[in-house]
């Protein structure tokens, strides 16, 4: 067993019963999760995980659908280790690299095999919100939580008594600098791995001489006549 996982199992977290009504699973892989999110993220990425696991889980549930509430959770916490700088690799899309670091995490838990590719699919997929959403309601669940606490999305779906706990027991800690910063990072350090990416619109209109392609640079510079 690796350092990473002797520490994680010797410091779990307690997490709550419930905010807002979602529950969180009560399994010793949730708090040991948890555990290790909370030390390898800063305080602004792991609200921002959690808040993505209560999101997602009101807008599954406000729809009646079934799903895993561990599988959900689990994979909600770990969905953005591609921004943590220790699990960067030298040139892939961030969320492959978070989609990897997960799996070895949860390997070395234990995890059976068939339910940590779900994880990987979801982490992997949490930013491709036409293809998530037709996978399965745990895979649905990151995309569509991440999604309302990046962007807003479905944030009127959301109960105001429920946005009040959640972003109390969560708070936000300068979530919106923080993930540009993220962003910009990522452009400036590995520009290709944001090829057709939605985050090169960052890098096109922060950063001076921003080397990567557009769709149209692409097809237009494609070895054919037409």
Not at 36 to 43: L, M, P, T
Not at 86 to 104: I, K, L, N
Not at 187 to 212: I, Q
Request: aromatic letters at 8%.
């Amino acid at each position: 067993m690796s350092e990473t996982a002797k520490e994680t199992l010797s410091h779990p977290v307690d997490l709550p019963t419930e905010i807002a009504g979602v529950r969180f699973p009560d399994s010793e892989l949730a708090r040991n999760t948890a555990a290790f999110v909370r030390r390898v993220s800063s305080a602004s990425l792991f609200n921002h995980v959690i808040r993505t696991y209560l999101f997602g889980s009101l807008l599954l549930d406000r729809r009646g659908v079934t799903y895993d509430r561990e599988l959900a959770f689990v994979a909600s916490a770990l969905h953005d280790l591609g921004l943590v700088d220790a699990y960067r690799s030298p040139d892939e899309r961030f969320e492959v690299d978070g989609a990897d670091a997960a799996r070895r995490f949860l390997r070395e838990q234990r995890m059976p095999a068939e339910r940590v590719e779900v994880v990987w699919d979801a982490i992997a997929l949490h930013t491709t919100v036409g293809v998530a959403t037709r996978k399965s309601p745990e895979i649905a669940l990151v995309c569509e939580g991440s999604g309302l606490d990046f962007a807003g999305n479905g944030f009127q779906q959301i109960p105001s008594d429920c946005l009040e706990a959640i972003l109390a027991a969560c708070p936000r800690e300068h979530f919106k600098r923080e993930v540009m910063d993220s962003i910009l990072s990522l452009c400036r350090t590995k520009p290709m791995s944001v090829l057709m990416h939605p985050f090169a619109e960052v890098g096109r209109r922060h950063l001076p001489g921003f080397p990567v392609p557009t769709a149209e640079d692409l097809v237009l510079a494609a070895p054919f006549e037409e």
